[in-house]
């Protein structure tokens, strides 16, 4: 069974501009969930979807947005970016959503310059 | 809300000493407890996981925990550590009920050395 795949693994992109990352879940899972981490900040939930819908949402800024698609697949979208928003991003995905256990992709790893 | 504490952020060791990486928890609500290694450059790999049953609770690569209610604490524990061992532990919390989001400690690096 495949795992989670995380696409890019590596991005660099410039102050302002905008960047989508892509979680494909581990097939029959329908929960798939964002986290930042960051040095400084550790690791940080961003937000999950379950059945294309918005389940539970972390507190960051609007700038950062995502989306599930019927396939559950999903993409994370950040705009406007910031030097600040250079992390390594990590995907997970569950059956359900409030399921016991997690998968985690390998992460892509945003820089921002 | 729920907060997870590691307050070892940096473990060294030897090869084959034994080793307890430290994890206490706050949480209001009833909660369940993971524990996560991070290799480089990898994602999340879950070690193992605390529901209910009994309190000792053991893992993949010799890894156990042992969750204190009391002490709102789930140390994670190895006998022999090897150096493959080397990484990034990450101490987990999640409400055990509706929708929810694993809470993390910061982390505590396990440095095995020979």
């Known amino acids: 069974k495949a795992g989670v795949t995380q696409t890019p693994r590596y991005l660099i992109k410039t102050r302002g501009q905008q960047v989508t990352l892509s979680c494909s879940p581990i097939s029959g899972h329908r929960s798939v969930s964002w986290y930042q981490q960051t040095p400084g900040q550790g690791l940080q939930f961003l937000f999950e979807y379950f059945s294309e819908t918005q389940r539970n949402k972390g507190n960051f800024p609007g700038r950062f947005s995502g989306r599930q698609f019927s396939n559950s697949r999903s993409e994370m979208n950040v705009s406007t970016l910031e030097l600040g928003d250079s992390a390594l991003y990590l995907c997970?995905?569950?059956?359900?959503?409030?399921?016991?256990?997690?998968?985690f992709g390998q992460g892509t790893r945003l820089t921002v310059v | 809300a729920q907060s997870v504490t590691q307050l070892d952020s940096q473990v060294p060791v030897f090869e084959e000493a034994p080793v307890e990486l430290r994890c206490n928890y706050s949480?209001?609500?009833?909660?369940?407890l993971f524990w996560y290694v991070q290799y480089p450059n990898q994602g999340l790999q879950l070690l193992l996981k605390?529901?209910?049953?009994?309190?000792l609770v053991k893992g993949i690569n010799g890894f156990e925990a042992e969750f204190n209610k009391s002490q709102t604490s789930f140390h994670l524990r190895k006998p022999s550590v090897h150096i493959s061992d080397t990484a990034e532990y990450f101490c987990?919390?999640?409400?055990?009920?509706?929708?929810?989001?694993?809470?993390f400690g910061t982390g505590t690096r396990l440095l095995v050395s020979p």
């Open positions: 997970a995905s569950s059956p359900t959503s409030g399921a016991t256990e997690a998968f």
């Open positions: 949480s209001s609500v009833s909660v369940y």
């Open positions: 987990a919390v999640i409400k055990n009920t509706g929708f929810q989001k694993l809470v």
């Open positions: 605390y529901l209910s049953g009994s309190t």
